[in-house]
């Protein structure tokens, strides 16, 4: 069993991570395939549960009931499970590449609940091939993903701990799989001018947050890290000093950061990570101008249950 707060070099697994990476993303697919649309994207969200990466139940086409479809990062498969019962298992290893493994899911899931399709293309990473198509990503060490879902389970905890007592709008804890990261978004309730009109940023950022998050590291930033930022962010908001005395500001992100490896030396790796979530709300409320009640509420006042 690896360590509950273990060591995650990007560099040592990132074939591993990439594979990974892009079966979540069959299952962010089917999200947004068959789920009905919200607001801010949530209908393409998946979960993160004591088994891996999941959607929501969603409808099936042929109109038989929902299905769910999960990583399940134990026994090293893709689960689909029809809530009438009936089940379909895909291997993970050794080594499938990703084509193979979309394309037997895909059938599964047409025999175990009627005509699903995807748009196979992926979003927010570093290649494009199909994802029904990718014999490239193939790598998967069932150690090495082990190590990922201890380290990840203990940042869900994390986040989960730093919105429960928000009393604005929030979102649960996200697992999205374009950027793979877990994320958390609080909400002032005011709307916001989304930074381009890209159909991303048009849905998921045209209310005013503070967001929040974890990811294991990529091309851009080859660390695991936690961090933090405001939409929109004032002219400013960058100069801040935030606790612990780790965290910093990342220009090439526009994101404060604090790296995995400072979270896990520390005494008390959990609090060293809420220290730094808050802090980062802390300042974004103060210099974007939130409700001071807000604020108040994310650190407890008053207390959700009394």
């Known amino acids: 069993m690896p360590s509950s707060w273990p060591s995650l070099p990007f560099p040592a697994w990132r074939e591993t991570c990439d594979t990974l990476h892009a079966h979540t993303q069959v299952l962010g697919k089917l999200a947004v395939a068959l789920a009905p649309p919200e607001p801010q994207l ?45 089940t379909r298992r895909v291997a993970l290893g050794p080594d499938r590449p990703v084509g193979e493994v979309t394309r037997e899911l895909l059938d599964g899931l047409r025999a175990l609940a009627g005509p699903v399709a995807i748009d196979p293309t992926p979003q927010e990473v570093g290649w494009a091939v199909p994802l029904d198509a990718d014999d490239e990503h193939r790598r998967y060490d069932p150690e090495q993903v082990a190590t990922y879902f201890a380290a990840v389970t203990q940042v869900a905890l994390v986040l989960a701990e730093f919105r429960a007592p928000y009393r604005g709008p929030s979102t649960p804890v996200n697992a999205w799989w374009g950027p793979f990261d877990l994320a958390v978004s ?84 959990h609090a060293t990570a809420l220290t730094f979530l808050r802090s980062a709300l802390r300042h974004a409320c103060s210099v974007c101008q939130w409700d001071p009640a807000l604020l108040a509420s994310a650190e407890g006042s008053p207390p959700p249950v009394s």
Not at 194 to 203: A, C, G, T, Y
């Open 186 to 269: 609080l909400f002032s309730g005011e709307p916001a001018q989304p930074p381009s009109d890209d159909f991303i940023m048009r849905n998921a950022m045209d209310e005013q947050e503070v967001a929040v998050g974890w990811w294991p590291g990529d091309e851009r930033y080859p660390r695991a890290a936690f961090y933090a930022y405001a939409h929109p962010a004032p002219t400013g908001f960058a100069g801040m000093t935030l606790a612990p005395p780790a965290a910093r500001w990342e220009d090439g992100l526009g994101e404060y950061v604090l790296d995995w490896d400072d979270v896990v030396a520390s005494e008390d790796p």
């Open 42 to 86: 949530q209908h393409a969200a998946l979960r993160l549960t004591a088994r891996g990466w999941e959607t929501l139940p969603l409808p099936a086409p042929d109109g038989s009931g929902a299905f769910v479809v999960a990583l399940d990062l134990h026994a090293h498969e893709v689960v689909a499970e029809h809530s009438g019962g009936a």
